[in-house]
């Protein structure tokens, strides 16, 4: 079946750090990757996603790339601002009659301090 | 584009009575929309699929009775909570996705509605 696993937070940073959030998944076939973010309160929302190998989603000025070989799709962001805090779901989606559910990861959660 | 909409954002009830939460898709046609379940700092728990004019398909472990969906429109999907309990509160995230390619693999998710049962 499908999995994501994703590093557990919490994931404290300062204002500007770099900030990799590691994802890897299991599944069958060629499924869609997904970063969401949720705010407090809030449901989610997407942050970007790749639907092939060697796809690179970007927004905002985060970025992932697929990469099948090591199943990864790892979030980046170079300088992380206080408003970034917030959960950030690794999810995956796969067709084959499955009406594109989505897997997900655990979540992690950023703080990020000023 | 591609917003979706959920009412209302919270709702309080005694237990025993019944809530229906309502799940729009705005500025497009859903073909399929989902209803998850969040705990508290935990990731979301997928109820049920459904598709428009077709009953909806549920996870193991949900109870069908107690947690009713309609997917009457291609842009409008209700769950009700029947007969609510204390163990029913929760936060109900409803997502929907568009039915046309490219983007027939994305869901977009409404902002949540916070359950209160007392």
């Known amino acids: 079946g499908n999995s994501v696993t994703q590093m557990e937070g919490p994931v404290t940073l300062s204002e500007e750090a770099f900030l990799t959030i590691n994802c890897t998944y299991t599944a069958t076939g060629y499924p869609s990757l997904f970063w969401y973010v949720q705010y407090p309160g809030e449901g989610l929302q997407l942050l970007l996603k790749a639907t092939k190998a060697d796809d690179k989603g970007s927004n905002k000025g985060f970025e992932a790339t697929y990469r099948k070989e090591t199943t990864s799709f790892h979030l980046e962001k170079g300088s992380v601002q206080v408003s970034d805090s917030a959960v950030y779901f690794c999810a995956l989606s796969n067709s084959g009659g499955s009406n594109y559910k989505l897997t997900f990861g655990k979540g992690t959660l950023l703080t990020v301090n000023p | 584009g591609a917003v979706v909409s959920q009412h209302p954002s919270w709702v309080i009830c005694k237990s025993g009575t019944s809530v229906k939460i309502e799940c729009r898709s705005l500025d497009f046609q859903a073909t399929t929309m989902f209803w998850y379940r969040q705990f508290p700092k935990q990731s979301l728990m997928l109820m049920a699929t459904?598709?428009?004019?077709?009953?909806?398909?549920?996870e193991q472990g949900v109870e069908k009775d107690k947690f009713l969906i309609n997917h009457a429109s291609l842009t409008l999907s209700t769950l009700t909570v029947t007969s609510a309990h204390p163990e029913d509160s929760s936060f109900y995230i409803c997502?929907?996705?568009?039915?046309?390619?490219?983007?027939?693999?994305?869901?977009?998710f409404g902002p949540g509605t916070r359950l209160t049962v007392l």
């Open positions: 997502s929907a996705r568009e039915g046309l390619a490219p983007l027939s693999d994305t869901q977009y």
């Open positions: 459904s598709n428009e004019g077709s009953k909806a398909t549920y």
